[in-house]
């Protein structure tokens, strides 16, 4: 495959990652801002209901096992990529439904139908979670379908950069289709609006996903088959054996406590970004929505600075220390500027910040391909994205949730003590993360894990 046609490649499969993107800023964007912020919902059942996606992330492991063993027409993934694509948005405009009806029971003012709406609301994204699994998942397994050793770093690097982009578009799109209804103060234009978005959006991002992926996959040959079926059975590894391998290895142990923190940390802002500058900044839904391309284009840069001139100096680990002191510091310059009221301080601390999480991400990304075993790569990358699904989940759930502890102390979860607080809470988790990757050894790594994954190998396949 030549340059020209590989990179056209990445780029098209690029576009799946991109609807990704654009849908995390429709539901943990605009969904939550509306929520916590024009119909007043509890902040702590709002991150609960967005949250519960992440928890159903222990199923990657048997949606990718799955479509390993799919035989339909010829092809593994595409089914279950395209076919999961379609659960997802449907389940997108279910949820945004879903939003509205729970609006509509916090403008009555009765708690009770409030709570257990909400709780519906969980329950919606929790099948949205498994729709994204099922579909992202396999799309990972297509990833290394398509490409050999030499051409996977660079088509993983152009696809991850792709999520970025549809963060990045995907927040200055779905805030322009809002249009005129984010400059009125009626709640009734407002809602006409999203009604009309998530209408359109599932359906544009479904179509997407189809032109990103329909006839990439090359089709198994009759003759194939059976010798691919047995070769994945070789190369299987349970949770169980994972966790044996995990308890066997303090530097894997290490790393997986590590990362989950420095995830946790990097998305606490996720669920109180948009109704900080809304409660705080007088910022209209559309403008809020734009914070994440302000966040996002830092972090593109971030990342892109790193890989090809702050990595190859520093290492791995200290450019992860040098990302966790940068990002901490420009989170406590937001809180600063929320003191001062200044939209164009806090427009700067947020890219800012975006520019040392993108030095953090990378770093980690770095340390997650050094921790990883060529024998059972696919089982380890699996065993990190865990963490991060996992850890991310918790901190959108944790996010909502301390903005609703330190609301009770300040009188108003829309105070500006009150999202400081979870500010300040991050502030220290980046920290503090930073610090402990210092400590990653992947030459430890390398020579306990090989003994572990050998002796649990064996005792599975015996």
């Known amino acids: 495959m030549g340059s020209a046609r590989f990179i056209l490649l990445a780029l098209r499969l690029g576009l799946f990652q991109a609807c990704l993107g654009a849908l995390s800023v429709l539901t943990l964007g605009i969904f939550n801002r509306l929520l916590i912020d024009e119909f007043e919902v509890p902040a702590a059942l709002t991150a609960l209901a967005l949250g519960s996606q992440q928890l159903v992330a222990f199923s990657r492991v048997w949606f990718g096992q799955q479509s390993d063993r799919c035989r339909w027409r010829g092809l593994r993934r595409t089914p279950f990529i395209v076919g999961g694509a379609a659960m997802f948005c449907t389940l997108t405009w279910i949820a945004g439904n879903t939003v509205l009806w ?55 690097s152009i696809v991850w950069s792709m999520l970025m982009v549809g963060i990045v578009a995907g927040a200055i799109l779905l805030s ?50 059976k010798d691919q079926s047995r070769q994945a059975a070789n190369q299987e590894i349970s949770l169980r054996g994972a966790w044996t391998v995990l308890k066997q290895s303090p530097q894997v142990g290490y790393f997986f406590a590590v990362l989950s923190l420095f995830t946790f940390a990097l998305f606490l802002q996720e669920a109180v970004l948009e109704p900080y500058g809304g409660a ?37 680990q200290r450019t992860a220390l040098a990302g966790g002191v940068l990002s901490a510091l420009f989170v406590l310059l937001m809180v600063l500027a929320g003191f001062m009221v200044s939209t164009p301080l806090f427009r700067t601390a947020l890219f800012l910040f975006g520019v040392g999480a993108g030095i953090s991400t990378n770093a980690s990304l770095t340390l997650m391909l050094g921790l990883t075993s060529p024998l ?67 030459e430890l790594f390398q020579s306990k894990v090989e003994q572990a994954l050998s002796s649990v190998l064996v005792s599975e396949l015996e």
């Open 176 to 225: 322009s289709f809002l249009g005129s209804s984010c400059a009125t103060a009626e709640l009734s234009d407002l809602i006409s609006g999203v009604e009309r978005l998530i209408t359109v959006a599932p359906l544009t991002i479904f179509t997407i996903v189809v032109v990103a992926i329909a006839g990439v996959e090359p089709r198994l040959k009759p003759g194939q088959e």
């Open 376 to 442: 059972m790569a696919g089982t380890f990358i699996g065993v990190w994205g865990l963490a991060q699904a996992y850890a991310r989940g918790l901190a959108t759930i944790s996010g909502g949730a301390l903005l609703s502890v330190f609301g009770e102390f300040t009188g108003s979860q829309n105070s500006y003590e009150a999202y400081a607080g979870v500010f300040i809470v991050q502030a220290f988790g980046l920290l503090a993360a930073g610090l402990m990757l210092l400590r990653v050894n992947t």
């Open 102 to 156: 729970l609006a509509e029971a916090s403008q009555a003012g009765s708690q009770a139908d409030v709570i257990w709406r909400g709780l519906i609301l969980a329950l919606v994204f929790m099948f949205y979670g498994l729709a994204i699994a099922a579909s992202s998942t396999p799309f990972a397994a297509l990833l290394v379908d398509v490409s050999t050793d030499k051409q996977r770093p660079g088509l993983v």
């Open 280 to 316: 705080v900044f007088a910022m209209d839904v559309c403008t809020s929505t734009q914070l994440n391309a302000v966040w996002g284009v830092g972090t593109l840069l971030g990342i892109a600075a790193t890989g090809f001139v702050i990595t190859p100096r520093l290492g791995p």
